[in-house]
């Protein structure tokens, strides 16, 4: 691997190491929220439903999605480069700003999915406990884990584009944009909550073929010129 | 003697406002070359588009005969840009480690760190982080970074801006030793410290105004006033016989001491700071290039 990158890869880490503290604080308020939503929603599908299993199944994979996305968004540091004024040090690395992007959003994401599998076993022993339904969802790992690698490395290069390039205001509407299609599917487990594992496989493929089409056009049109000469706003 | 740095023709145009016009340039393997102008005069952008950061609309940059905007011609250069591109949120050590893991291997970089750390003063920081650094010791941290990857070429933008007296010295310190090895690009406001340091300088606003040895101005007089809080008569004459110095005046607390050169003055102030006193003032009247760069200017504002 290129110097830069694993230089890169290793300072995020550093950086998230030292702030680990806190990432286990708020995860755990942002899970106890979400858990307390998902067996309302449980609660009241439960009694007018023949397949309860199914139901508390996308009730995990919502509580993981959503935790997910929260926990990214928190841990992608784009915006702190310009802050803190690192942005331009960086860029004078000897390696293309395509490298940087990248590498920069590889932590946060091995991050991502390290925590929300976490809160899956957690959630799934929380379900075992009220519900009183003892199984194993392998699906909802499955489809954790298929977001996360489908669609935050596209959701992340977007952030780390619309950070660096635009101004702030462009930067926050491109933002909602592509949060739409990221937490697009979350809406279809509160609509739905008996949707099926290739319904809910069919909406992720849609929603990151999407974001990877923006990503692409992100990462080409970046250069680090527009960046410097955006510093100036 | 090969060049180091070539600026050929360089224009740069930012929404039709020209930047910089037709700058051109040579700084030779060896130097330690100044950058001066005012503000707005261009000399960051000329540095961003060294580290190639911004590309010229005209003309091109070379560094060791390599364009500026490959990416092999940067591998063995060293920069401090304006501002100190520090992480806030790892120690001293840790941002050493990420740019020593840019550019160089594993082997010896417990060591290579130390040393760098050593040079600076800042070995005893441990797990403080940078973001609970002063100014100073952020300036002298990014110094120190520059330095990781034995750079054949050091580019630094302002890098006593902000500093303690002891702090400039250090940082001047550093420079003149590593010049024996490096070649230094050197832009600054202060003019004293340019002349201080530099063999070579460069004035530009906008356009070049001037390129040229500042050697001969090294070597002309100046006048240092020191002024010691609380010093007693025997502390300034401990200091006049220390250096040798003939040409002096004490008058109240203040010490004047006319210098035939620079050469003794960062030294001067060292001894005020190894004897734990508190320096007040260090006031310089000089100098050729300080005349020089005004004349430029004003002439070039008049046109």
Known sequence: MNKVISAVIWKEYSILNHRLKSIVISTAFTLMFLVSVGCIRIFFSIKTTDNPKLIIENMMLYIAITSGYMLLVSLLRFWQEKSQKTIETLLSLPTNIQSILVSKCIVPIFFCLLFTVVELIIVHIIFILIFDIAFLSIKAFVCNIIVILILDLPFAIVNGFTMWCMNITYSKMMQVFCSLFYVGLLFMFITFANLQFYSILRVILICGAVLWCIATLCLCLMKKEKVVLNLQD | ?303
């Open chain 2, 1 to 303: 003697m090969s060049s180091m740095i070539e600026f050929s023709h360089v224009t740069k145009k930012l929404s039709n406002s020209c930047i910089l016009e037709d700058i051109n340039f040579l700084v030779n393997e060896g130097d330690i070359f100044g950058y001066l102008g005012p503000n707005g005069a261009g000399k960051t952008m000329s540095i961003r588009i060294l580290m190639g950061l911004l590309s010229p609309n005209k003309g091109n940059v070379y560094i060791n005969n390599k364009s500026a905007d490959k990416l092999e011609s940067r591998k063995k250069v060293g920069f401090c840009l304006d501002e100190d591109g520090l992480y806030w949120d790892l120690t001293a050590k840790e941002n050493m480690e990420f740019f020593d893991r840019v550019y160089n291997i594993y082997i010896d970089r417990e060591s290579r760190i130390k040393k760098l750390l050593n040079l600076v003063n800042l070995e005893d920081t441990g797990k403080k982080k940078v973001g609970e650094f002063s100014r100073g010791m952020k300036k002298r941290l990014a110094l120190a970074r520059a330095l990781i990857n034995s750079p054949e070429l050091l580019v630094l933008d302002e890098p006593t801006t902000g500093l303690d007296p002891e702090g400039q010295v250090l940082i001047k310190d550093i420079i003149r030793s590593i010049s024996k090895t490096t070649t230094i690009f050197f832009s600054s406001h202060n003019l004293t410290e340019v002349e201080e340091v530099c063999n070579r300088v460069s004035i530009i606003n906008k356009k070049l105004l001037y390129c040229g040895y500042v050697k001969d101005n090294k070597e002309s007089p100046i006048k240092l006033s020191v002024s010691i809080e609380n010093s007693p008569k025997k502390i300034y004459l401990s200091l006049i016989n220390k250096f040798g110095i003939k040409d002096y005046q004490i008058d109240k607390d203040i010490l004047s001491i006319n210098l035939k050169s620079t050469i003794y003055q960062d030294e001067i102030i060292k001894d005020i700071f190894d004897k734990k006193l508190k320096l007040i003032e260090v006031v310089k009247e000089t100098s050729e290039l300080k005349n020089k760069y005004f004349e430029i200017v004003r002439e070039e504002v008049n046109e």
